[in-house]
């Protein structure tokens, strides 16, 4: 459900197709929410079926037709009436990263360890790219007020990034204090 108002927002910047949504949405949305492009193009057919969207069709002579949407009054007023009458309730944390670490006591020390780095590996990973994408969209902190939005949530997946790896090392030094504690009472 929430990826109809993520989609509208995204249309209220510009018209766009299916795939330049997709990517905008890789690059403004990754860091707080998640959906693969078939599930954004299911999305957009429901939304011109409830009026709003609309669609045109582009002919390419090169390349294949494509449909570029454009976000209704509809939409825009839909999308304003969730953003403010929509009830806030604690964040739904679902995270597979975590449900692995809460069974760590089930494998050796070693291999959580290991496991951990690979993480912390991955979220540097994504905190340089999280820094590069802000570095260009908002050079020196700056931004004007249309983009208010993906700099506050850039800023928080840039932070949340920042939390897991240094949770990682946290963690990795929990479990190498506790291997050796471990290894003093054999």
């Known amino acids: 459900m929430a990826l109809k108002y ?48 609309s669609s045109q069709v582009v002919h390419q002579v090169d390349y294949p037709d494509k449909k570029v949407y454009r976000l209704e009054d509809k939409g825009y007023d839909t999308l304003l009436q969730w953003l403010l009458s929509k009830e806030i309730l604690p964040s739904n ?4 990263l975590l449900l692995r670490v809460s069974l760590f006591q089930l494998i050796p020390p070693d291999e959580a360890i290991a496991f951990l780095e690979r993480a912390k590996e991955q979220h540097m990973f994504g905190h340089g790219l999280m820094e590069k994408w802000r570095d260009s969209h908002f050079p020196e902190g700056q931004f004007n007020q249309g983009d208010l939005g993906e700099y506050l949530t850039s800023e928080f997946g840039k932070r949340y990034m920042q939390h897991w790896i240094e949770w990682c090392d946290w963690a990795i030094h929990v479990i190498k204090r506790t291997k050796e504690k471990g290894s003093d009472d054999e």
């Open 6 to 53: 993520a989609l509208l927002g995204l249309l209220t910047k510009n018209e766009a197709t299916g795939y330049e949504l997709s990517q905008q949405f890789k690059e403004t949305m990754i860091h707080f929410w998640s959906a693969h492009h078939t599930q954004i193009y299911r999305q957009l057919v429901k939304m011109e079926e409830e009026g709003l969207v």
């Open 93 to 96: 944390l679902k995270d597979d």
